[in-house]
């Protein structure tokens, strides 16, 4: 009888454990005018996805990139992180924003010449 009480207590435990894994929350993107001022309208774009799970950024292309930069800024204007980011796979990126706490944050990403901007915040 005490083992079917802690094979239950077990399983509960479990139940709640995987109901407090962290989830990502997805970051609107939305096309920016480039310097150029011109958008070909003859290829179809399609726009990167971004989400971010506490102060980890996750960016995902439907192709592989070989040119996209990333730039994070805060609430401030101040930018806490510029350049490529981390590839975790062919079409999936990483950024980790330096430092901790909460704040509210703007994420530029650049793909080869169009230009995207969203915003998030961490709490």
Same mark, same amino acid.
């Given at each position: 009888?005490?083992?079917k009480t802690?094979l239950?207590?077990?399983c509960?435990l479990?139940?709640?454990?995987?109901n407090?894994k962290?989830?990502?929350?997805?970051?609107?993107?939305?096309?920016?005018?480039?310097?150029r001022?011109?958008?070909?309208?003859r290829?179809l774009?399609i726009a990167?996805? &971004?989400s971010?799970?506490?102060?980890t950024?996750?960016?995902?292309?439907?192709?592989p990139?070989?040119?996209?930069?990333?730039?994070?800024e805060?609430?401030?204007?101040?930018?806490?992180?510029?350049?490529?980011p981390?590839?975790?796979?062919?079409t999936?990126?990483a950024?980790?924003i330096?430092?901790?706490g &909460?704040? &509210?944050?703007?994420l530029?990403v650049l793909?080869?010449e169009?230009?995207?901007?969203?915003?998030f915040?961490?709490?």
């Amino acid at each position: 009888m005490k083992i079917k009480t802690l094979l239950c207590c077990l399983c509960m435990l479990l139940g709640v454990c995987s109901n407090l894994k962290a989830e990502e929350e997805s970051v609107i993107l939305r096309s920016v005018e480039t310097s150029r001022g011109t958008m070909d309208s003859r290829s179809l774009q399609i726009a990167p996805t &971004a989400s971010h799970d506490g102060r980890t950024i996750y960016i995902r292309t439907d192709w592989p990139c070989d040119r996209l930069y990333v730039e994070v800024e805060d609430v401030n204007g101040m930018v806490v992180f510029a350049g490529t980011p981390d590839s975790l796979a062919d079409t999936e990126y990483a950024v980790e924003i330096p430092g901790n706490g &909460a704040g &509210a944050y703007t994420l530029w990403v650049l793909v080869d010449e169009t230009m995207y901007v969203g915003e998030f915040e961490v709490e």
